[in-house]
T-cell receptor
Framework: QKEVEQDPGPLSVPEGAIVSLNCTYS??????FMWYRQYSRKGPELLMY????GNKEDGRFTAQVDKSSKYISLFIRDSQPSDSATYLC?????????????FGAGTQVVVTP | DVKVTQSSRYLVKRTGEKVFLECVQD?????MFWYRQDPGLGLRLIYF???????EKGDIPEGYSVSREKKERFSLILESASTNQTSMYLC??????????FGNGTRLTVT
């Protein structure tokens, strides 16, 4: 069983809608939680990262972490066609292991005009 | 902005060939990583390096080796390419106190 589970989608939403993405994980040692966005034929780019439980907001993006449920979410408000991409969740076990990440498989998002 | 550059976007190699994938970062980062990305499996860590001449195995090192002769350059080597190594290869770096920055990847096909 994978340590990090993520629904692959595709998730199709109309422009302006809220996109809701989530990942579940099994290892309670994970401490830092990241969301990356990956456009087709490009490398992943970091959107947001959070430490432990709680919410973090950055513009149209909100990341939530619920460690008690081992569940993380990313919300995209007022979605745009330019948000069409694959979204990857990632997490690591220790604060000093920024590079040794466990990734979800990614959710493909399509925002239709 | 951090720039991680992978020398090839697409490569086609034959089974049994020795393959070199090159990666250079321009931000003086100590730590560099090689991941492969496959549909349904996500990104998996192959090898990483915390310093020049230093290397450590990741989760799937079999069939691969690495070289880090200079701080800015980290090479992934497929000693004898096989068809199951057909994949997207992603190089990344970090200074050690913040998340990874990725290159745009090399899509390798082994025939």
């Amino acid at each position: 069983q994978k340590e990090v589970e993520q629904d692959p989608g595709p998730l199709s939403v109309p422009e302006g809608a809220i996109v809701s993405l989530n990942c579940t994980y099994s290892n309670s040692a994970f401490q830092y939680f990241m969301w990356y966005r990956q456009y087709s034929r490009k490398g992943p780019e970091l959107l947001m990262y959070t430490y432990s439980s709680g919410n973090k907001e950055d513009g149209r993006f909100t990341a939530q972490v619920d460690k008690s449920s081992k569940y993380i979410s990313l919300f995209i408000r007022d979605s745009q066609p330019s948000d069409s991409a694959t979204y990857l969740c990632a997490m690591n076990r220790r604060a000093d292991s920024w590079g040794k990440l466990q990734f979800g498989a990614g959710t493909q998002v399509v925002v239709t005009p | 902005d951090v720039k991680v550059t992978q020398s090839s976007r697409y490569l086609v190699k034959r089974t049994g060939e020795k393959v070199f994938l090159e990666c250079v970062q321009d931000m003086d980062h100590e730590n560099m990583f090689w991941y492969r990305q496959d549909p349904g499996l996500g990104l998996r860590l192959i090898y990483f390096s915390y310093d020049v001449k230093m290397k450590e195995k990741g989760d799937i090192p079999e069939g691969y080796s690495v070289s880090r002769e200079k701080k800015e350059r980290f090479s992934l080597i497929l000693e004898s390419a096989s068809t199951n190594q057909t994949s997207m290869y992603l190089c990344a770096s970090t200074p050690g106190n913040s998340p990874l920055h990725f290159g745009n990847g090399t899509r390798l096909t082994v025939t």
